[in-house]
């Protein structure tokens, strides 16, 4: 079972560009979330999502956008990457909104230099 | 204003004994407390949860104690294994209807079981 992938699993780069970052899960969640980890902060909540067509933001949604077209991908964009969005990005999913803990894919790791 | 503190950044203990991991939390409409436990460059894992109505919960090495009067959980280890080793998160969530399935971390606290 893949459960939640992230790709990629790496990523460098310069202030000013954009990319996205993919994630796909094959559990048939309603709820996906993204979530980023910095040193001594934990894991705080930048957007997410309670089925396809419905997103929302979360406690740090600037200078990233998300949309969810299908049950499956919840890619989430950096516009214009700054050097504060260095940072491990998580991906999570579960079956509804409601009590069910979050699955989480493995992240990717991004360097804005 | 971190709204669910992990006041401790790491813990060493030795194998075979008891492993206590302690978080507060600010906001009184947390209702539903789990913990994640992480391994480097994995994503965190669910490892327990309680809701409100309990005061405890055990899963196996693994209890949860709930203090709700002091706004504080703690996770008991017992007996503590090496493969423990891990970064812990505490979380804590609202009523999923008003406020959707979203979690509020802690900082993590790195446990090291020494064999």
């Known amino acids: 079972n893949a459960g939640v992938t992230q790709t990629p699993k790496f990523q460098v780069l310069k202030t000013g560009q954009s990319m996205t970052l993919q994630c796909a899960q094959d559990?048939?969640?309603?709820?996906m979330s993204w979530y980023r980890q910095d040193p001594g902060m934990g894991l705080r909540l930048i957007h997410y999502?309670?089925?396809?067509?419905?997103?929302d933001q979360g406690e740090v949604p600037n200078g990233y956008n998300v949309s969810r077209s299908t049950t499956e991908d919840f890619p989430l964009r950096l516009l214009s990457a700054a050097p504060s969005q260095t940072s491990v990005y998580f991906c999570?999913?579960?079956?509804?909104?409601?009590?069910?803990?979050?699955?989480f894919g493995n992240g990717t790791r991004l360097t804005v230099t | 204003d971190q709204q669910v503190k992990q006041n401790s950044p790491s813990l060493s203990v030795q194998e075979g004994r008891i492993s206590i991991l302690n978080c507060d939390y600010t906001n009184s409409m947390f209702d539903y407390f789990l913990w994640y436990k992480k391994y480097p460059a994995e994503g965190p894992t669910f490892l327990i949860s309680?809701?409100?109505?309990?005061d405890k919960n055990e899963d196996g090495r693994f209890t949860v104690f709930l203090n709700k009067s002091a706004k504080h959980l703690s996770l008991h280890i017992v007996p503590s294994q090496p493969g423990d080793s891990a970064v812990y998160f505490c979380a804590a969530s609202a009523d999923p209807f008003e406020y959707g399935n979203k979690l509020v971390f802690g900082a993590g606290t790195i446990l090291r079981v020494k064999s």
């Open positions: 999570a999913s579960s079956p509804r909104q409601g009590r069910s803990p979050l699955h």
């Open positions: 309680i809701s409100s109505i309990k």
């Open positions: 559990m048939n969640h309603e709820y």
């Open positions: 999502s309670v089925g396809a067509g419905i997103t």
